[in-house]
T-cell receptor
Framework: GESVGLHLPTLSVQEGDNSIINCAYSNSASDYFIWYKQESGKGPQFIIDIRSNMDKRQGQRVTVLLNKTVKHLSLQIAATQPGDSAVYFCAENTGFQKLVFGTGTRLLVSP | NAGVTQTPKFQVLKTGQSMTLQCAQDMNHNSMYWYRQDPGMGLRLIYYSASEGTTDKGEVPNGYNVSRLNKREFSLRLESAAPSQTSVYFC?????????????FGSGTQLSVL
């Protein structure tokens, strides 16, 4: 599949920097959130998820933060690598079989 | 470990032609989905099947039909293709019939309707 959009917000970082990608969600009743990574020509790949009863979850080099007060989700990538270059988008579960996807942020990592 | 397999990867159709996109998953998942991805928009759900034997409309079902052939396979059919259906199509599956767990996606089908 193609990368999402021609005019995506873009975050440019240097290799080794920490990256923070933000997502505002719409439904205060959403109970589950996911971050996906999509490389050019590929399908979305699961990175990390978080349920609404948590405010932080850590994976390998990634951390997701959930702020329900302002309906904000962020993905932090530590020690960003060139292989992290991709489009990242969040998704919120708004109900039974109702996963709503954001449009994405393009992350560009320079060596 | 194949995961979710979609065919074909690319397809060009003329307006009015029909075709079926095939999808199979080998993870014994209950739920399967068809999404389309267009520039500037998030993935939009076309149809889903929460379990074998059931199918339901998603956000953008018009112009499409689906068949959950068995637990593994979920196909998407365009009966009379239109230029507005030019898009990248993704099949996905999930272990949870509620749909509130991570989805596993195929690699996509890039469809152009002329």
């Amino acid at each position: 599949g193609e990368s999402v959009g021609l005019h995506l917000p873009t975050l440019s970082v240097q290799e080794g920097d920490n990256s923070i990608i933000n997502c505002a969600y719409s439904n205060s009743a959403s109970d589950y959130f996911i971050w996906y990574k999509q490389e050019s020509g590929k399908g979305p790949q699961f990175i990390i998820d978080i349920r609404s009863n948590m405010d932080k979850r850590q994976g390998q080099r990634v951390t997701v933060l959930l702020n329900k007060t302002v309906k904000h989700l962020s993905l932090q990538i530590a020690a960003t690598q060139p292989g992290d270059s991709a489009v990242y988008f969040c998704a919120e579960n708004t109900g039974f079989q109702k996963l709503v996807f954001g449009t994405g942020t393009r992350l560009l990592v320079s060596p | 470990n194949a995961g979710v397999t979609q065919t074909p990867k690319f397809q060009v159709l003329k307006t009015g032609q029909s075709m079926t996109l095939q999808c199979a998953q080998d993870m014994n998942h209950n739920s399967m989905y068809w999404y389309r991805q267009d520039p500037g928009m998030g993935l939009r759900l076309i149809y889903y099947s929460a379990s074998e034997g059931t199918t339901d409309k998603g956000e953008v079902p018009n112009g499409y039909n689906v068949s959950r052939l068995n637990k593994r396979e979920f196909s998407l059919r365009l009966e009379s293709a239109a230029p507005s259906q030019t898009s990248v199509y993704f099949c996905a599956s999930s272990p949870n019939p509620q749909g509130n767990e991570k989805l596993f996606f195929g690699s996509g089908t890039q469809l152009s309707v002329l």
